[in-house]
Each structure stands twice: as C-alpha cells, then as structure tokens.
C-alpha cells in the first residue's frame, strides 16, 4: 500500500479532527480568494471604463465626485457646466475629441445619458439589433440595461427624475427604443443612451415651455447646459497645460482619472489589505491546528507506526506518510475554500446587481489566485515537518517496549 492510501487512511480514521482542519483551512483560503477575485474584477473594470479619457471637465466641487459620477456613473453629478464650453475646448489644438454627457434622469434605475455616437465608439460599443439613435426622444439601451428591463427595439418608455428608482416620472415625454448593444464588459452595458437634445426635450415638457415662443426658446437655448465632458488629449503638453487652464476658470473643474482612481484604490485598498491580514491570521491558525492534529495522531500511532517498520516499511516512508497527511488536509481544504470564495463573489456580484452598478461574477478566475494552491501546499508540508521527522526517527525497540 503507498503512502497517499495510507494517509486517506489515518485522516479517515478521524473524521472530526480532519473536518475541522480542513473547515479552518477553508475559511481562510475562502478569505483569500474572495478578496483576490473580487478587487480584481473591480479594479479591471474601473481601468477599463477610464481607459482612453485623459480628463473630465464639469462643475467645481469633488475631484473624486466628478469622476464617479461621469465615467463610472455611482455617484450625483457636481452641477452643470455651460454648453459653450463644449466648444471652446473642441477649438483647442492640444485637444483631441470632446464627449458631451447630460445626465438627470434614469429607467428602472439605469441612467439615462445625453451623449452623441463618440461615446458608443469610445467603448467599442456595436449594435446587436436596431440602430443607433439619430434624433432626439430616440434610445439605445446597453446589454445589461436592454436585458434587466426587456427592452425590445420599438417600444417605448418614459424616464423618471434624479439617477435612482423613485423619482418624479416624465409621463409626457416617451422614448423610441431603436437599438440594442452588445456587451462590452463596460459601463456601457448598464446604461440607457440618448441624443443630448433628448435630455434638453424632457426639460422642456417638464417646465411647460413654449416651444413655439421665440422668446422663451431663445432664453432657453441661451441657457443649455451640460453635466461634462470626457476630454481626449491630441498631446502630452494639454496633460500640464489643461487642468491648470481649466480650473482657473470660474465655474469649471477639471478632474484627471488616472489621479483620481489611483487616490480611491488607496483607500479601497486599506480594507482590503485588512481582509488580506485576517486571512493570513486563519491560515496560520491551520496550520497549528494541523501540526497540533498530525503531533498528536503521530503519539497516539506510535505503535501502529513502529510496527509497519518491522514489516518492511523504510523510515523515508513514515516520513513520507506524514508528509502527505499534513498536504492532503492543505490541499483538500484548499480546494473547498477556492470554492467558497467565488460562491461569495457570486453571491455578493448578485446582492450589488439590484444597484446595478457593480459587476462580480464568481465564474471569473484571477491568475493571482494561482499561488493560493502553492501557498496552502506549503502550509501543509510545514505544520506536518516536525511530526514527519519524529516519525521517521521512530525507534522499533523502545516504542514496542512501551
């Protein structure tokens, strides 16, 4: 009989002893493993709604505010900027494109964006049916957007005041749904897109404005705003000269979203190294609570052990025994704790979805996750070394004595 049988074996013989082991190590590669999947999955997804946008131009207020509320939509804009201001920075040279963005209201708690086609390209967006909008009170929803509403292409909705459920709905203003997109893994999947006109429209059926009044389409048209601007830079010099042109500017802020991420992943990056530690913590207390299993299996095998070597047994094989106890315990904890952890991703991605802000999926794999196996392994091998070694110094004579 090998070694690998006659460790399942002894760990079998003890069921109680080697659960708990394998529960204890379980928990804390299960800890491991979700704040690996977890921080990945959403750092990746933040690098990819901010790649290709060198700055976000909006109203003063938090940097940090601007940018979640423009490029990642979690948070209320700032204010609004001028619609002049679109313009002016579409006549800079140092300025490559300017995406316009118009946010305010939402549908069923996706929000509704006032933009132009620039944007859909931006993320590579493609159409799966319909097309995309060319006039206002037209929408193309995102993949998640199309599918947790039912949206079909030509139906119509109307959207409802501020960016969460509940607000104020705009019965008098209907949207034409004419296309759906693809998925992109962006957070483009989860929005409703529109004309930036559309937005203006609901506005004026909202306040009852007189179109067919000169006078107060003009005082209107005066007074058209925007929510930002994702600006795209034609060359590194805009990168110094930009930000410091823009915020000198009264009632404009410029917020950089490379600046901006690396200050929020600080922050997000406390607690997660806090996770980090009290997962270390857990898988230390396995592996002494598995030394302290396999110390004392081995005195209470002494008998058993001294025996197998008067029927031939070489000492390197009662090493080698332990040895593969204390990996077997690893191991198979190990593989109930990778498990777990993205059963928790999964089920933590599914808690956020009615938010409809964060993507988790348990089904996504970390290639940082690959060390966890090593590293239980190694726990394993430690905390079974020393009984190991005393098993393989096992003296036939004195333990039949006893």
């Not at 705009?170 to 893994?185: C, D, F, R």
């Not at 930009?242 to 992943?265: G, V």
């Amino acid at each position: 009989m090998n070694s690998i049988s006659l460790a399942l074996k002894s760990l079998r013989f003890k069921p109680l002893a080697t659960t708990l082991n394998i529960i204890l190590m379980a928990v804390g590669i299960a800890m491991m493993t979700f704040v690996l999947s977890a921080s990945k999955q959403l750092e990746d997804s933040a690098m990819r709604d901010a790649q290709g946008i060198d700055l976000v131009v909006g109203a003063k207020g938090s940097p940090l505010q601007l940018i979640l509320s423009s490029i990642y939509h979690i948070d209320t804009p700032t204010g609004n900027i001028p619609l002049a201001t679109q313009a002016l920075l579409e006549k800079n040279r140092l300025i490559k494109k300017v995406i316009p963005l118009a946010l305010g209201d939402s549908y069923q708690g996706f929000r509704i964006v006032g933009t132009n086609h620039d944007y859909v390209t931006h993320y590579d967006g493609e159409i799966a049916t319909g097309r995309l909008f060319d006039a206002p009170m037209q929408a193309v929803f995102g993949a998640k957007a199309a599918e947790r509403t039912g949206a079909v292409v030509g139906a119509t909705f109307v959207g409802s005041h501020g960016l969460s459920r509940g607000g104020e709905v705009h019965k008098n203003a209907p949207y034409q749904i004419v296309g759906i997109l693809k998925p992109t893994g962006t957070v483009l999947d989860r929005l409703v897109l529109t004309p930036v006109d559309s937005v203006w429209k609901v506005h004026e059926v909202v306040n009852g404005i007189d179109v067919n009044n000169k006078e107060e389409k003009e005082a209107m048209d005066a007074d058209r705003e925007l929510t930002a601007l994702l600006v795209q830079y034609a060359s590194p010099l805009a990168t110094v000269t930009m930000p410091r042109y823009i915020n000198s500017q009264t009632d404009l802020q410029a917020a950089q979203p490379a600046l901006e991420a690396a200050k929020l992943f600080r922050l997000l990056g406390v607690g997660v190294e806090v996770l980090r530690g009290i997962a270390l913590i857990v898988l230390f207390s396995a592996a002494l609570s598995m030394f302290v299993a396999l110390y004392n299996a081995l005195e209470e095998r002494k008998t058993d052990l001294a025996i197998l070597r008067t029927l031939g047994a070489p000492p390197i094989k009662l090493f080698t025994l332990l040895l593969f106890e204390g990996l077997l315990l690893a191991v198979g904890g190990a593989f109930v704790g990778w498990g777990l952890g993205h059963i928790a991703v999964e089920v933590l991605g599914r808690a956020l979805s009615d938010d409809q802000n964060l993507t988790l999926s348990g089904w996504m794999v970390s290639p940082d996750e690959a060390w966890l196996l090593a590293v239980a392994a190694a726990v394993g091998l430690l905390s079974a070394l020393i009984p190991a070694i005393r098993a393989y110094r096992t003296d036939i004579a004195t333990t039949l004595a006893h």
